[in-house]
């Protein structure tokens, strides 16, 4: 939709894998709506994913003892976060809509992605006490994940080897994204692209790219247990 912004955090290593041809295709459709695009290409980038001491430039509010959550809270507000940090967390603020697109590691998401999560959605940005779930300081924004699996789709259901994909989306959709106040849309999975056929994950892409030409128009998923575990 024209005059939308998309921030799209991206999390693969090979510019011409699956994942990046998932990116890729977000980026032209979106474009093609009139959309502004910008990619956070966190291993491009050399994303520093850890959560340290360093992430506070100016002087710490308890030398004594450290707490992360606590400093950075406190440099959050004083805007002394490293500029890594603050880079990003303005093309945060000024996103509509904030797409996820990743591999699924140990039912979650890589290292880099998480260490983006840790750094960037800190409290006085992301939330604050009060200020989480509906009332989170990123409210009125949408996010969605877009992630590939190892495992084939018949793993995931309630019944399968890996037990319904529900349950994995709770931390990352509920847990983070819900927590700091964003709507979420539906997730974007796309199955065991390495097992299937050329023909296969062209057709993935496609859907995928069909999907984004209303995704406007979505409504977000009701972000609460019963969505994940049932009644």
């Known amino acids: 939709m ?17 994942n ?5 295709v977000a980026v032209a459709e979106l474009s093609r ?37 606590v400093e950075a809270y406190e ?4 805007r002394s976060l490293t500029s890594d940090i603050i880079a ?10 904030v797409m996820f697109q990743f591999p699924l590691y140990w039912f979650s998401v890589p290292a880099v992605l998480k260490g983006w999560m840790d750094r960037v959605l800190c409290q006085g ?25 190892g495992g084939t789709a018949d793993m995931y259901w309630k019944t399968g080897a890996s037990g319904d994909f529900r349950y994995f989306l709770w931390p990352l959709q509920h847990g983070t994204l819900h927590f700091c106040g ?9 199955f065991a692209p390495e097992f299937a056929s050329e023909e296969e994950r062209r057709g993935m892409v496609a859907s995928w790219a069909q999907r984004l030409k209303t995704i406007w128009k979505e409504e ?12």
């Open 2 to 18: 024209a005059g939308k912004k998309v921030l799209i955090v991206y999390a693969h290593q090979e510019p011409r894998s699956f």
């Open 20 to 24: 990046g041809s998932l990116k890729d």
């Open 33 to 69: 709506q009139g959309c502004t695009i910008t990619v956070s290409d966190l291993y491009a980038m050399d994303f520093e994913p850890r959560a340290t001491r360093k992430d506070i430039t100016g002087a710490l509010s308890s030398p004594d003892f450290f707490s992360y959550g």
């Open 75 to 78: 440099a959050c507000k004083k």
């Open 88 to 97: 990003e967390q303005k093309k945060v603020q000024e996103a509509d809509l």
């Open 125 to 149: 940005f992301a939330f604050d006490l009060p200020g989480f779930y509906d009332d989170g300081l990123l409210k009125g924004k949408l996010a969605i994940l877009s992630l590939t699996t």
């Open 182 to 190: 964003f709507k979420v849309l539906a997730p974007h999975i796309s």
């Open 220 to 231: 977000p998923i009701p972000c609460w247990p019963p969505w994940y575990f049932g009644q």
